[in-house]
């Protein structure tokens, strides 16, 4: 019994419909030789070990974020002697950036099947709703319950990404959908009681510890992202953890009421972060998709040459099935998967094959 | 870090969340603190 739960336990772990060598967008969680942390003894421990590529890439991307920390504190700066208001156009230009990150690794997101990418996606999203699109909009004084509804939305952030971050999250569990229904319902209910009652409010004192515990926790998500994006080598969660951890070290800077210069600059390097993570994420999702198409072009091109060598004079009707979805294969229709489960099909039972014999078997075994 | 359940049935879903962004605030409140003073002299910025 040990020993064949362990021969299937080594055996790879491709999805039944696809054959080793295609790009199914997901990495092989096997046994993989030659790749320390990911091996299948390497699962359960919780030894931090990260390989020396990720290490070296980390190092320059916190290297190209503290630059580019630098450059915007320089401009910023200068924006700020001009006379300008640096907070609020620094708010605008991250706002954009913000949502456009979010975007990008939505939708590379959505064509990569990533659960996690999708979470991420909406934290980015809601991080900018609720960081720079008050300062953007000059919402900075405004009374009741709204900025209470900014932390609620800050923890929202936290627990999309905890979640993101989390390796064995159920994929049943609605957490962009609790975590955007919460927010609307915060932001009705500020909306509606500062309807009804307008100097009702919350104590500053309070919101802004409130919202300093809120900002702590996104600083630890983003550690905690870093943490994993590094044992794990994944390139999004840790440059969306340095972002996330510089935005939260933007507002700990903030609060201690040093001048205004180093978090706006802080803020912009975390958006460079951000844009960092979702453009190549978007492009390697693109990639991949251009990879599966060659890949079943290439299949279809196989399976056709098959079906010609097994002889085109006594072509049976299913054959000509199988050669006419081929032909659809190639021509990048939206049939991508039927080919497949046709031919593995096995023949009725109790029927003889209508075909002459061995031309279908073979073709169906590749 | 696992999910940690407490005696009064309280489930933590991420505890080593809740234990970094703890030791984050009290240090940065510890820094406000501390640089209160500080600021109160120099001027708080613009």
Do not use: N
């Not at chain 1, 979640?163 to 962009?176: E, F, G, K, Q, T």
């Not at chain 1, 319902?185 to 009702?200: F, W």
């Not at chain 1, 279809?300 to 050669?323: D, F, I, K, M, N």
């Not at chain 1, 029927?351 to 169906?364: D, L, M, T, Y």
């Amino acid at each position: 019994m040990t020993s064949s739960t362990r021969s299937r336990a080594d055996a790879p772990a491709a999805r039944p419909a696809a054959p080793d060598a295609w790009p199914t967008g997901r990495r092989r969680r096997g046994a993989g030789p030659g790749v320390p942390g990911r091996g299948a003894d390497a699962r359960p421990s919780v030894r931090f070990r990260v390989r020396p590529v990720a290490a070296r890439a980390f190092a320059l991307e916190v290297g190209l974020v503290a630059l580019t920390g630098g450059l915007a504190w320089t401009a910023v700066r200068g924006v700020d002697a001009a006379g300008l208001p640096a907070a609020r156009i620094a708010s605008v230009l991250v706002f954009a950036g913000g949502i456009s990150a979010a975007v990008m690794i939505a939708v590379a997101g959505r064509a990569s099947g990533s659960r996690r990418a999708a979470r991420i996606a909406a934290a980015v999203g809601g991080a900018a709703l609720v960081g720079p699109l008050p300062v953007a909009l000059d919402l900075g004084g405004a009374a009741g319950l709204w900025p209470a509804v900014a932390v609620v939305g800050q923890l929202a952030v936290v627990a999309l990404l905890v979640v993101a971050v989390r390796r064995r999250s159920p994929a049943h569990r609605p957490v962009v959908t609790l975590a955007a229904a919460v927010l609307a319902c915060a932001a009705a209910l500020a909306g509606t009681l500062h309807g009804l009652a307008p100097s009702v409010g919350l104590p500053g004192a309070l919101v802004a510890d409130a919202a300093l515990a809120a900002w702590a926790g996104t600083g630890a998500a983003g550690l905690l992202a870093v943490g994993a994006g590094l044992r794990r080598d994944r390139p999004l969660l840790r440059r969306v953890g340095v972002a996330f951890a510089v935005l939260a070290a933007s507002h700990a800077v903030r609060a201690s009421g040093a001048a205004v210069v180093v978090p706006v600059a802080l803020t912009f390097a975390a958006t460079a972060a951000l844009l960092a993570a979702a453009v190549p994420f978007l492009f390697s999702a693109v990639r991949g998709l251009w990879e599966q198409r060659e890949a079943y072009r290439v299949e279809a091109e196989r399976l056709r040459a098959a079906l010609r060598s097994a002889g085109s004079e006594t072509r049976a009707p299913a054959v000509a099935e199988v050669v006419a979805l081929a032909d659809a294969v190639d021509e990048r229709r939206r049939t991508t998967r039927a080919p497949l489960r046709l031919v593995a099909a096995p023949p009725p039972r109790g029927e003889p094959s209508p075909a002459p014999e061995g031309a279908p078997g073979k073709v169906s075994r590749g | 870090m696992p999910a940690v359940r407490g005696r009064s049935g309280i489930v933590c879903a991420a505890p080593d969340v809740v234990i970094v962004s703890v030791v984050i605030f009290s240090v940065v409140i510890a820094v406000r603190d501390g640089m209160r003073p500080w600021v109160a002299e120099v001027g708080p910025g613009r």
